[in-house]
Nanobody
Framework: VQLQASGGGLVQAGGSLRLACAAS????????MGWFRQAPGAEREFVVR????????DYSDSVKDRFTISRDNDKNTVYLQMNSLKPEDTAVYYC???????????????WGQGTLVTVSS
């Protein structure tokens, strides 16, 4: 099983980025997908999750109304559209899948390698 996260980069505050998480050897329609992030010196933080139904979502308060998660079943890929980025969004972003519906990172089974997002002020 492999989750390949991509799309990170350097962007100015107020800008946008779209992250992608492509899965191989598993169908994302059978898992819930979560995005987490970890800033330097901080713990891994929940960002958003998408239910295996592809419809139900749950956003952390810090990203609500700015980030949008979506899934392309044909490409077996989940996207995280990040708008109105702030310097405090700077972190390594990880995608992960779970058979549960949870925000807890230790209940996620497979993780991507992470992609760095840097937002300059």
């Amino acid at each position: 099983v492999q989750l390949q996260a991509s799309g990170g980069g350097l962007v100015q505050a107020g800008g946008s980025l779209r992250l992608a998480c492509a899965a191989s050897s598993l169908k994302l329609t059978t898992y819930s997908m979560g995005w987490f992030r970890q800033a330097p010196g901080a713990e891994r933080e929940f960002v958003v999750r998408l239910n295996q139904n592809g419809v139900t979502t749950d956003y952390s308060d810090s990203v609500k109304d700015r980030f949008t998660i979506s899934r392309d079943n044909d490409k077996n890929t989940v996207y995280l559209q990040m708008n109105s980025l702030k310097p405090e969004d700077t972190a390594v972003y990880y995608c992960a899948v779970t058979g549960w519906w949870t925000r807890m990172p230790d209940q996620y089974d497979y993780w991507g390698q992470g992609t760095l997002v840097t937002v300059s002020s």
